[in-house]
């Protein structure tokens, strides 16, 4: 079970559904991975991906560094400002996604209609929690979670990705 703490959980329902389906129409995710998202902190459970979406001036940001395990993830809105500078107290990796082209993940456009259409870009090779290298590539995806902003999506595809979810297996997604 992989802990996910998001740093803005206002849409948290609507990504928790999203990475629920992605995560459960797909068998070639990392062995065993589930995810269990919350909103706030908890302090029951190490943290093993962090989600710095959009800033939230209530959110204790060094009790969320504190709380992952070493190793353990961090996945940053490379657009939000707010983050930036953020001090690392122990070996974490960092996957960025955003509009920002120095981003892990680019989103290179946008287009909002019955559903949400992003096209998506791996821009530089990372590993899947499981160690799988994930190369530089290009997708598009499709939702009809109409709910959530883009860079909402663009977190869960990131959690995705990071769980071994292949590409194509993320590409279509509606709700239950």
């Known amino acids: 079970m992989a802990h ?16 629920t389906d992605i995560f459960n129409t797909c068998e070639q995710r990392a062995p065993g991975l589930s995810v269990d998202s ?3 902190m908890d302090y029951h459970h190490k943290i ?6 959009r ?15 070493s190793g353990g993830v961090i996945i940053m809105n490379a657009d939000e400002r707010s983050y930036a500078g953020i001090k690392l107290t122990k070996p974490m990796r960092l996957i960025t996604y955003g509009y920002n082209p120095k981003a892990t993940i680019t989103a290179s456009s946008v287009v909002v209609h019955e559903n949400i259409s992003i ?17 530089p590539q290009e997708f598009s995806v499709r939702t ?33």
């Open 4 to 19: 996910v703490l998001f740093a803005n959980a206002a849409n948290l329902v609507h990504i928790d559904r999203l990475l």
């Open 48 to 53: 093993q991906i962090l989600i710095l979406n």
């Open 144 to 176: 009809s979670y109409m709910e959530l902003k883009e860079d909402d999506i663009l977190a869960a595809v990131a959690v995705a990705l990071l769980g071994a979810v292949p590409a194509d297996k993320i590409s279509n997604m509606k709700p239950a």
């Open 119 to 135: 096209q998506c870009c791996i821009q530089r090779q990372f590993d899947t929690l499981c160690g799988i290298a994930l190369e």
């Open 55 to 69: 800033y939230n001036p209530d959110f204790d940001l060094q009790k969320a560094l504190d709380s992952i395990v």
């Open 38 to 40: 919350y909103g706030q």
